[in-house]
């Protein structure tokens, strides 16, 4: 085996590198799929509630992708696509981006849970740990079939969505 080490030289850090820790693109697609689950349901929701629901679902994807490159910035460092993150390109350190990710997590989950129900923000501390723990740590590393499970945690923000506009999940947002 060989040992990759690497020479950081930690700069503060800038908004748009805590941003990056987010994973934007994956975000905007758990925005997207939440607020399909939310304007279907077939129940009003106060435009205000949707859009702080929607905030708060998005910022707790975002906490996913920042534990997700917490736990990934060793294979993250040598890999073509992924070295100029912000944890292995020196800009944020790891410790930092774990905190990060704990505190979104938890914000997310309770201010959810304030805004619209607890129901919905139980399903969303659950995608939270299903991406970051059983897909990231437990099934990424251990084989090649993990996106087909990991992909579960995608398929939970239209779920997220329903729940905030109806309290709970039916056939329909199964579906989505």
């Keep these: 085996m060989s040992d990759v080490t690497q020479s950081v030289d930690f700069n503060d850090a800038q908004f748009s590198d805590y941003f990056a820790l987010l994973k934007p693109r994956v975000m905007s697609l758990v925005v997207f799929t939440a607020a399909v689950g939310l304007f279907v349901a077939p129940v009003y929701t106060h435009p205000f509630i949707g859009f702080a629901s929607i905030l708060f679902i998005a ?5 996913s992708g ?16 992924t070295k100029s993150r ?25 201010m959810l849970g304030l805004s619209s129900n607890f129901f919905a923000a139980g399903i969303l501390a659950f995608t ?20 087909v499970v990991g992909g579960a945690a995608g398929a939970f923000p239209p779920m997220i969505g329903w729940a905030v506009a109806t309290g709970s999940v039916s056939i329909e947002s199964f579906m989505m």
Excluded at 59 to 63: C, D, E, M
Excluded at 66 to 81: E, F, H, P, S, T
Excluded at 86 to 107: D, M, Q, R, Y
């Design 59 to 63: 910022l707790g994807g975002g906490a």
């Design 66 to 81: 920042a534990l997700n490159m917490w736990y990934d910035q060793d294979i993250d460092g040598v890999m073509k696509r």
């Design 86 to 110: 912000p944890i292995p390109a020196g800009k944020i350190k790891g410790g930092e981006a774990l905190s990060f990710g704990v505190w979104l997590s938890c914000i997310s989950v309770i």
């Design 128 to 147: 939270i740990f299903f991406y970051a723990v059983i897909y990231t740590i437990w099934l990424k590393r251990l084989t090649p079939q993990n996106i």
